[in-house]
């Protein structure tokens, strides 16, 4: 029998099927076909969303979840009608769980062995646009990895609650054997069914499964099969358009525990009715036999705000957490794995150390964590583990580069190029300053030696040596040789002082026998002498140093200097008015920046406007940016000085210092901003001898709180588009989002480390929020004809000091719980901005590299083997993703970020193309096709293999 309600829907939605050329059918017919009709299956997943840390720490959490996964568990071994659950498609709370209750692993294990429990495939549910390609792909490996000693993880991509998907994410689980997504936000309007197939720039393809009401459809059923049956009438007509075959019903949400009466409700409903056949099952075993005639097909990301919220404010909250993902992740990928895979012996290879530092990272990835829609007890934990993650990585590199020092056959100073291409670019170092500096190296300082004795007691002795645990004293200064000699009236101890390391200096010896002369007469009297001869620190242009590679250092000669000075009156003043005697020009030949005294901006190459500083109203939370009803924007500074930093020739520097008054907060019954602070804004713009880009540095210690700061940068041409950074590749987005009145569609977007538009490249450090807008700072006029931006917005800083918030201008309800969170505020912190500029760029991946990871320097002691320049091994073709060790191997990931097929060479090496579980799919010999928008993991043998 069929309920009139149940009718009423059926029969809406055989007319949304027969669409309209067959809606003559009359309702006895339609009745007729019904009978014959099987009943809906409804999936039932029984499932808990469970954020690792949120609006309470992580501990606090973990507490309800050992609660919660002890009921599951006595439960699920009791009941076995509740015969399936899944834990949230990731293998961190599992883990989270066995650290307490470690007995129970083996309840666990039987329980996923049986097919009853579903896991992973991620170890952490992760925001897809706040972390590098990376992050993602260590996520998903560790979770297919911990799954598996489980008997295996969920053979399905689940992402339900994700701010957004990235374009690259079907190529991502394709390479790991995953033909299934699950998402909910982000899903655009053109997508009308519940599922879809869902395709990378690559063409790789999965089958997505759709919820257009998100992961918590299901939760809290009725604990009656009447009412379960009313519930699943009731959202059958809800999502009656989306509608394919059967309803799925995602029974859990937000740390909810199961329902332990699930099974005898679901049998009441099913001997209550025959229009539906309701069934608790898996994810997998839902989509195994999942409909794929017909379906729509969508591809690059899903960013749309169409149906649900993508909070979007995120990437610009908390602007510290983002640069410290950043900087430990380039860390991390750039330099400790390759460094190590490098010029460390295959066995000395830290894979434990670097798990460490990789768990934490894909811990913090995770999307309440990195995108600090939290209270501040986890932003705090969350920066602390990006900073144990650092240092890790830090030291392992430390360590390789030693190794790699002390292989070169000549001892002296050497060169060391991180990423794969050759380049050249400006180092720092120490020489001695015996001798004139030559015409191409700029001097940064001088040091003329040390005082040249002390007389001290024997006890002060002692504790001199206690903190000499080494040969190196600073960045600039090496212990070289240690003398001792010692007559009736004392001790002399001589420790000479140079700008490079030597090999065997009896450090150790020496202080022991001065503690054992010390002990013989506690009473002398030691004179110590410091022998240091006269250094200096110089910045000098390298090279063609070779692509993860080194030269030994040699000053190269400069072909166009950069040089500060006044601009000459063709270049300018740009600015005019009473500030044009204080405007400050850099030039090196290929660029010409002129700084406008009387406003702070300055031009590129004649195109003014650069560096305006804009700071209004944010009204909003951590989600979202919303501008106070009555807001008012500061954009220019009641006070301006230019100075001359460096004069050149191989860097030059004008520091803008520029004087601000800000409003104090947001007042909330009148939204306007009251009160006023001064604050003090810093800029130093920097142009090299022999580059393109303008580098640019903005500091400030943040006064106020409720406001959101932005640079605005002219374009050369409109732009109707931008093209940004984004995991293994860039994406192409317009001007505009869709939206809904729940949620503003605001077009501000994310890039990991470049966006380029209308001839402008901004590269810069860790992602950031960018939007194209219509002029470059309020009053100014279009004056593009043509239409489309004038300017490209950074946010530098937004500051909002709750968690959700209630009523906002751009999304009126809340998307989390309405906690007061002061930490969102970042007032009295110094904020600190990187970023460079570059017009005509053809080529953002290399600018990027040059901008974000310099080249380095090594002092040598020499005795090893390797010659004056070289390479351990060559990556041509593609953009480098990871160079490390697995299975004893040297592994590389590359990727092909263009339209054109990319042939991909290691000169010297052969080896197997590898999918993200290790399974060899291809042998090559030194190279091998790379599709367009392709990712490739490549396992090398050794060359002599």
């Known amino acids: 029998m069929t309920t009139s309600s149940s009718y009423r829907a059926t029969w809406t939605l055989w007319r949304t099927w027969l669409g309209p050329d067959r809606r003559g059918l009359d309702r006895e017919e339609f009745r007729r076909n019904l009978l014959s009709m099987s009943p809906r299956r409804v999936a039932i997943v029984p499932h808990t969303h469970w954020d690792r840390e949120w609006y309470e720490p992580f501990q606090t959490f973990r ?36 650290e307490v209750r470690p007995q129970a692993e083996t309840r666990i294990r039987e329980l996923a062995v049986a097919g009853r429990l579903t896991m992973g495939p991620w170890y952490i549910l992760m925001d897809e646009f706040l972390v590098s390609a990376e992050t993602i792909v260590r996520d998903l490996q560790m979770g297919l990895e911990r799954g598996a000693s489980f008997g295996g993880a969920m053979s399905v991509g689940y992402l339900p609650d994700m701010f957004g998907h990235i374009a690259q994410m079907p190529q991502i689980l394709r390479m790991a054997g995953l033909e299934h997504a699950v998402v909910w936000r982000g899903v655009p309007s053109d997508i009308t069914r519940t599922a879809f197939w869902w395709e990378a720039p690559d063409g790789s393809t999965v089958r997505a499964e759709y919820l257009p009401l998100g992961y918590g459809n ?3 059923l009725p604990e009656d099969g009447k009412a379960l049956v009313r519930r699943t009438e009731d959202h059958e007509q809800e999502v009656a358009s989306f509608l394919m075959d059967r309803i799925l019903f ?22 209550l009715q025959g229009d539906y056949e309701f069934e608790i099952t898996s994810l997998p075993a839902y989509l195994a036999d999942a409909p794929t005639e017909g379906l729509q097909r969508w591809k690059g990301e899903l960013r749309s705000g ?16 983002k640069h410290a993902a950043a900087v430990t992740e380039r860390q991390l990928e750039r330099r400790a794995e390759p460094y190590a895979a490098l010029f460390l012996p295959p066995d000395q290879w830290p894979a434990r150390l670097l798990a460490l530092a990789w768990k934490e990272v894909v811990r913090n990835a995770a999307h309440d964590s990195i995108c600090a829609c939290s209270v501040d007890d986890v932003v705090d934990a969350v920066l602390h583990r990006f900073a144990e993650s650092r240092q890790i990585a830090e030291g392992v590199a430390g360590r390789a580069l030693s190794s790699f020092a002390r292989s070169m056959a000549e001892p002296g100073t050497v060169v060391v190029n991180p990423s794969a291409r050759p380049r050249s670019g400006m180092v720092e170092l120490v020489v001695g300053a015996e001798e004139p500096p030559g015409d191409d190296v700029q001097v940064l300082s001088e040091r003329f030696g040390l005082p040249g004795s002390m007389t001290l007691d024997a006890d002060t002795v002692r504790t001199v040596l206690g903190m000499l645990q080494g040969p190196k004293i600073d960045n600039d200064a090496w212990v070289q040789d240690v003398r001792i000699e010692e007559d009736e009236t004392g001790i002399d101890l001589t420790v000479a002082v140079g700008p490079e390391e030597r090999p065997g200096v009896p450090i150790t010896e020496a202080k022991q026998d001065m503690y054992t002369r010390l002990g013989a007469r506690p009473d002398v009297t030691v004179r110590v002498r410091l022998d240091q001869p006269p250094i200096r620190r110089i ?25 500060a000075e006044p601009p000459s009156p063709r270049n300018g003043p740009q600015g005019g008015g009473a500030g044009a005697s204080a405007d400050v020009a850099l030039s090196n030949g290929l660029v010409t920046v002129v700084v406008d005294a009387s406003d702070g901006t300055f031009a590129i190459n004649g195109l003014g406007g650069f560096g305006r500083l804009l700071d209004g109203g944010d009204l909003g939370d951590s989600y979202n940016y919303s501008p106070p009803r009555n807001d008012s924007v500061i954009d220019t500074p009641h006070s301006v000085r230019v100075d001359i930093g460096e004069r050149g020739p191989v860097r030059a520097t004008a520091v803008i210092t520029a004087d601000y008054r800000w409003p104090d907060h947001v007042d909330g019954g009148s939204q306007s901003r009251v009160g006023e602070h001064d604050v003090q804004v810093v800029t130093t713009v920097e142009v090299r001898a022999d580059e393109l880009p303008v580098r640019v540095t903005t500091s400030f210690v943040n006064p106020s709180r409720d406001h959101r700061l932005r640079v605005h940068l002219p374009l050369p041409e409109p732009a109707s588009s931008s093209e940004a950074e984004c995991a293994f590749g860039t994406v192409v987005r317009g001007l505009t989002i869709e939206g809904r009145p ?5 077009p501000t977007f994310p890039a990991r480390r470049f966006v380029t538009a209308g001839g402008l490249t901004v590269v810069h450090d860790g992602v950031v929020e960018y939007e194209l807008v219509d002029v470059a700072s309020p009053g100014d006029s279009l004056d593009h004809p043509t239409g489309g931006a004038g300017a490209l917005a950074l946010t530098l800083l937004r500051s909002t000091g709750m968690l959700s918030r209630l009523g906002m201008a751009y999304r009126p309800f809340p998307a989390g719980p309405l906690t007061p969170v002061e930490g969102l505020q970042l007032t009295g912190r110094r904020i600190t901005a990187h970023y460079a500029l570059a017009l005509g760029c053809e080529d953002p991946w290399s600018l990027a590299d040059d901008i974000l990871l310099p080249l380095e320097v090594v002092t040598s002691p020499g005795g090893g083997w390797r010659p004056d320049h070289g390479s351990v091994l060559r990556v041509e073709g593609a953009e480098l993703s990871a160079v490390q060790r697995r299975a004893g191997m040297l592994e590389v990931r590359v990727y092909n970020p263009g339209p054109d097929p990319a042939t991909v060479r290691f000169p010297t090496h052969r080896g197997w193309l590898v999918d993200l579980r290790g399974t060899p799919l291809e042998a090559f010999d030194e190279s091998f096709q790379l599709r367009p928008f392709g990712i490739a993991t490549a396992r090398l043998l050794d060359p002599a293999s």
């Open 63 to 98: 507490m309800n979840l050992v609660d919660t996964l002890d009921r599951l568990l006595d439960l699920m071994e009791s009941d076995p009608s509740y015969t399936d659950f899944l834990i949230d498609g990731q293998m961190a709370a599992v883990d989270d769980y066995l």
């Open 218 to 220: 299901g939760a809290e």
């Open 250 to 271: 995602m029974n859990g949400s937000d740390h909810l525990a199961p329902q332990p009466w699930l099974g005898r409700v679901v049998a009441e409903a099913n001997a």
């Open 306 to 321: 169409a149906r649900a919220n993508v909070l979007m404010g995120v990437t610009s909250n908390r602007v510290d957490v």
């Open 539 to 563: 910045a000098a242009r390298v090279t063609d140093v070779p692509g993860l590679g080194w030269r030994v250092f040699a000053p190269g000669s400069l072909e166009h200097p950069a040089a």
């Open 742 to 746: 729940d949620e503003l569609g605001l």
